[in-house]
């Protein structure tokens, strides 16, 4: 078999999304919980559980402004992982959007794993609601133009904790997506919601890390999707399911599992290379990655299947250069 280098140059639409929900896997695989910061399932409320840290926060951005604040989060950020990273940005990022409103979004950017975005957007859509989302969506194009899909990934945090977590609330979250304009598929708005769909980030729920897992809902959503909302639960499932049904199981006997459920739950050729682009989306946050590493788990996965092997290497490899640009 071909040896691909998954460093060398690449670039892939698909790919480019890598970075969104890598901390998700990094939070739940490493035993801790965003708590901070949460919306309220019920009330649709925000609400503070470390008030010392949201204290601190508020104080630094009424004293030195919003801007600076953020700087200094990012500074105090240094040297922690990626998931501690992360939690500090959600933290910051619903206070923000509390003194700032929706004119504070521009303080956010793409380091701690665009963390400020999500809770930032996530509380807006708490506290203003669906009819704010055409201006939100505006906000992100306007700010980060075509990378906007990162701000708006946000967005989808925002809408699916809106409506709640049934199948019905999914759907009805995945025509509002629907009806945002430049809105990218895989990485965007919809992007957003599977997670939150699958992993119910936004709100707090003790001993819970998501929908659970059952012999007869493996391959739902995806089962009973068309379309670009098939398109974009092919890209998602792989990272669900290599987080809620393998604990007793060795790396490679999870990735050698999701790759025979991809191939069980698609036979369409695009959606199947989606597929595998998922399972290569989830390999850096799972352990210290390297070459031989990458290749050896996309292949287990891929069956030795060199196309859909490569599809996979190549998406790890642009998750790992695009963290790099994180630190």
């Known amino acids: 078999m071909k040896i691909f280098n998954p460093f060398s140059t ?34 649709k409320q925000i609400q503070v559980v470390d008030s010392e840290s949201y204290e601190f926060w508020s104080e630094l951005i009424q ?10 989060l990012i500074a105090s950020a240094q040297g922690l992982s990626y998931g501690l990273q992360h939690e500090r940005a959600h933290l910051f990022g619903g206070i923000l959007y509390t003194q700032e409103g929706v004119s504070g979004l521009t303080v956010c950017d793409e380091r701690l794993n665009y963390g400020c975005f999500h809770e930032f957007l996530g509380s807006a859509i708490a506290e203003l609601g ?35 977590y049934t199948k019905n ?23 957003g919601i599977f997670m939150e769909y699958n992993f119910r ?56 599992k999701v ?18 682009r998922g399972i290569g989306n989830v390999i850096p946050a799972i352990e210290s990655i390297t070459i031989e590493r990458t290749q050896e788990l996309c292949d287990v996965a891929s069956d030795s299947n060199e196309h859909y092997m490569q599809l996979c290497v190549e998406t790890a490899r642009d998750r790992v250069i695009d963290l790099q640009k994180q630190r």
């Not at 055409?134 to 904790?161: K, S």
């Not at 790759?259 to 595998?276: A, D, I, K, V």
């Open 10 to 43: 690449y670039s892939d639409s698909y790919t480019k999304f890598f970075l969104i929900g890598l901390t998700l896997s990094l939070i739940i695989g490493g035993g801790f919980v965003l708590g901070e910061v949460f919306v309220d399932s019920e009330t």
């Open 63 to 72: 004293k030195v402004g919003a801007r600076k604040a953020f700087d200094q």
């Open 130 to 164: 669906l009819s704010s989302l055409a201006e939100l969506n505006q906000a992100c194009i306007d700010y980060l133009g075509t990378d906007a899909a990162f701000c708006q990934h946000g967005i989808g945090h925002g809408i699916q904790t809106y409506f709640g």
């Open 169 to 191: 609330d999914l759907i009805d979250a995945l025509s509002t997506c629907q009806s945002l304009p430049a809105n990218d598929p895989i990485g965007g708005c919809s992007g």
């Open 201 to 256: 980030t936004m709100i707090a729920e003790e001993n819970e890390v998501g929908r659970k897992f059952t012999t007869t809902n493996v391959f739902q959503p995806c089962s009973e999707l068309s379309g670009d909302d098939l398109l974009a639960c092919s890209y998602w499932q792989p990272q669900w399911w290599q987080q809620v049904q393998f604990e007793d199981k060795s790396t490679l006997e999870v990735f050698k």
């Open 259 to 276: 790759g025979q459920q991809c191939r069980e739950m698609l036979t369409e050729s695009e959606l199947l290379q989606n597929c595998f």
